[in-house]
């Protein structure tokens, strides 16, 4: 059992080794997309080392019982796949809402997200993903979960 393990591990270890590659300094776009209504957000990525990067994203969202600002921060981990393919894994969460009926209230809360997805860097300075980001909301005003799914160009220098 113990030479399975150290087998497994080692062939991981070597995957993540091969797979190793540089990520851009810095992409600055837009990310469309929402779960529950329409949503855009200015998207700034920074690069934090050669496989990781710091995501910064302030959007507008609109819905059934809101429209508001919300900013979130996720630290991401990016694997190469092939090519320009790339995934990545990341979490972070905080958030800010300017709500409409019916409480016609304002609320600053924290949430917990996660964001999974998949990304294509071109030859050319440009950055195209699609991604899944499930978000755990805590707040008076607005306490559930939201699924967002969004398209993101970038541009990468």
Same mark, same amino acid.
């Given at each position: ?35 529950? *209504?329409?949503? =855009?957000?200015?998207? &700034?990525?920074?690069?934090?080392? #050669?496989?990781?990067?710091?995501? %910064?994203?302030? @959007? ?31 979490? *972070?969460?905080? =958030?800010?809402?300017? &709500?409409?009926?019916?409480?016609? #209230?304002?609320?600053?809360?924290? %949430?917990?997200? @996660? ?34 799914? =969004? ?7």
């Amino acid at each position: 059992m113990k030479k399975i393990a150290f087998t497994a591990l080692t062939v991981f270890g070597c995957l993540l080794i091969t797979n190793a590659h540089s990520i851009s300094d810095n992409a600055i776009g837009l990310r469309l997309g929402d779960s529950d *209504g329409l949503g =855009a957000e200015i998207s &700034y990525q920074r690069a934090l080392g #050669d496989n990781n990067r710091l995501e %910064l994203d302030l @959007g507008w969202r609109t819905g059934n019982n809101f429209d508001g600002f919300k900013l979130v921060g996720l630290y991401q981990w990016v694997w190469h796949i092939d090519g320009g393919f790339n995934w990545y894994a990341a979490a *972070g969460g905080v =958030a800010s809402y300017d &709500y409409d009926a019916p409480t016609n #209230d304002s609320e600053t809360f924290f %949430l917990i997200a @996660g964001d999974i997805g998949i990304e294509y860097d071109f030859d050319i300075p440009l950055l195209l993903s699609l991604d899944f980001r499930p978000e755990i909301d805590f707040g008076d005003v607005n306490d559930d979960t939201n699924f967002d799914i =969004a398209l993101s160009i970038r541009y990468q220098f």
